[in-house]
């Protein structure tokens, strides 16, 4: 069985700051895709990066990288100069190939609040 | 244009009811899921719909059944709703199945509260 883990209910920032966000995994599949999900105050589920089993090099999207870390199996999110804007519900998820198409399964979620 | 809809965003309803949710994505993809969010914000899958075809369903009762008319709609049937079913149901979908690199997009959710 897959399972996320995301250890930080809430973080407190400043803006312009720095935020990683962690993200542990756990699967026996050599296959999989662990993704970021960012959920603001308005309900909507938006996608912000993704890191493939295989890929070889961090992904970056814009102001945001996921330190990916196989050995440790850890997909860390990190927000360089951190916006108000940045304040959301942020999810981690990974989906593995069992021969269909697969679900994510979700991480607890982390609650982020950018302060002026 | 929207890529993943549902309709409707709010729905509130009295226990014992049946209702439906309507989801329907313009991005060509073939394989379309439901997911259900409680109280405390935990994202769980209950289906995924691909080429027609049932492939999950996580343990979900069998008063939920999905309903699929075509590769762009994947509907939400809900039979004698009850307390527990009030939460926020996100629909997505994603490309190619069974490939795990595919990025899956949301809709915007529906609030369904059960009085």
């Known amino acids: 069985a897959q399972k996320i883990t995301q250890t930080q209910p809430g973080m407190f920032v400043q803006e312009k700051e720095a935020v990683t966000l962690d993200c542990t995994y756990d699967?026996?599949?050599?296959?999989?895709?662990l993704f970021w999900y960012k959920q603001p105050s308005s309900g909507e589920m938006i996608f912000l990066i993704y890191?493939?089993?295989?890929?070889?090099q961090n992904a970056t999207e814009g102001r945001y990288s996921l330190n990916f870390q196989k050995a440790r199996k850890s997909a860390n999110l990190v927000i360089s100069a951190s916006q108000l804007g940045d304040s959301a519900m942020y999810f981690c998820?990974?989906?593995?190939?069992?021969?269909?198409?697969?679900?994510?399964?979700f991480g607890k979620g982390t609650h982020l609040i950018i302060q002026p | 244009d929207t890529a993943v809809s549902q309709t409707p965003k709010y729905l509130v309803t009295q226990m014992g009811n049946d209702k439906s949710i309507k989801c329907e994505q313009n991005?060509?993809?073939?394989?379309m899921y439901w997911y259900k969010q409680d109280s405390k914000k935990f994202l769980k899958i209950m289906f995924s719909?691909?080429?027609?075809?049932?492939?999950i369903n996580e343990t979900v009762p069998n008063r939920f059944s999905p309903k699929s008319p075509d590769k762009a709609h994947l509907n939400l049937h809900i039979n004698s709703l009850e307390l527990g079913d009030s939460a926020v149901y996100f629909c997505?979908?994603?490309?190619?199945?069974?490939?795990?690199?595919?990025?899956?997009?949301f809709g915007p959710g529906t609030r369904l509260t059960v009085l």
């Open positions: 991005l060509g993809h073939d394989t």
């Open positions: 699967t026996s599949d050599p296959s999989y895709g």
């Open positions: 998820a990974m989906r593995v190939r069992r021969g269909g198409a697969d679900g994510l399964t």
């Open positions: 890191q493939g089993s295989y890929d070889q």
């Open positions: 719909y691909n080429n027609k075809e049932l492939i």
């Open positions: 997505a979908s994603s490309g190619i199945g069974g490939l795990p690199t595919d990025t899956q997009y």
